[in-house]
């Protein structure tokens, strides 16, 4: 707290002393230089002892608000930086693509092969989208490494245009295989995301498991096009041709 803050009544106590004393020297005048002087002399001082405090005072309090307002700037300025720092994360996220990161790959695969192999699940992707082909690709990759009878990836367009950073996970292997529990088992054990869904009444490949990879919800502003002969696989169409 200022000094001005603790004492504010000092400039008022000197100018009412100020005005005291000189209310005194006019009422009871007198004829004796000594005392005249001594009257104007202290006068003076209190007048000038006066001005000085409140030049102070006006002083300190002015430099008080410059801190607060300094403060005041520097807690605002820390807020736009937490968000541009948040904004900066959004778009490192928006940019990086979806992959079964670090050795995710290889304990998703050894997690899969002790529950043996021959399980049949399609791998799919929506067309056109060069970072979901990859990712599903990698997922591919590992159902095949795991001895499962995984096929894929292939584009399609029979699940609509999804959304989502999940695995879309559509369950036509009937009520006797146990598939896509021991798939979300090991998806939940590694932190992968996934959403369950119900199969369109089209799906093709009864008996099996179909795993769709959709867009990610936010893309990057660089839109990357895709012409025949890029990589990609045919498109599956409803018909399964």
């Not at 608000?65 to 520097?74: E, K, N, T, W, Y």
């Not at 021959?118 to 992707?125: D, F, I, T």
């Not at 990610?216 to 990589?231: F, R």
């Amino acid at each position: 707290m200022a000094v001005s803050q603790a004492f504010p009544w000092v400039p008022a106590l000197l100018i009412a002393a100020l005005s005291a004393l000189a209310l005194a020297a006019e009422t009871f005048p007198t004829r004796r230089s000594f005392v005249r002087q001594s009257r104007l002399a202290a006068i003076a001082i209190l007048g000038i002892s006066a001005l000085a405090t409140t030049v102070w005072q006006v002083w300190t309090d002015g430099e008080e608000i410059a801190r607060l307002a300094r403060h005041d700037r520097s807690t605002e300025l820390q807020i736009r930086v937490k968000s541009l720092e948040q904004q900066l994360a959004k778009l490192e996220e928006s940019t990086r693509g979806r992959s079964l990161a670090g050795d995710m790959a290889t304990k998703l695969t050894n997690y899969l092969w002790s529950f043996g192999g021959g399980r049949k699940v399609v791998v799919s992707c929506i067309p056109n989208d060069i970072e979901a082909y990859y990712y599903a690709t990698e997922i591919a990759d590992v159902l095949k490494a795991a001895k499962w009878d995984a096929r894929g990836p292939e584009t399609t367009t029979i699940f609509g245009k999804i959304s989502a950073m999940a695995v879309n996970v559509y369950d036509n292997a009937g009520s006797g295989s146990d598939t896509v529990k021991i798939l979300l088992d090991g998806f939940e054990k590694y932190g992968i995301p996934y959403k369950t869904r119900v199969p369109p009444a089209e799906m093709l490949d009864p008996g099996a498991v179909e795993l769709f990879i959709g867009t990610k919800p936010v893309q990057p502003d660089v839109i990357v096009e895709t012409s025949p002969g890029t990589g990609f696989p045919p498109e599956r169409n409803i018909s399964g041709n």
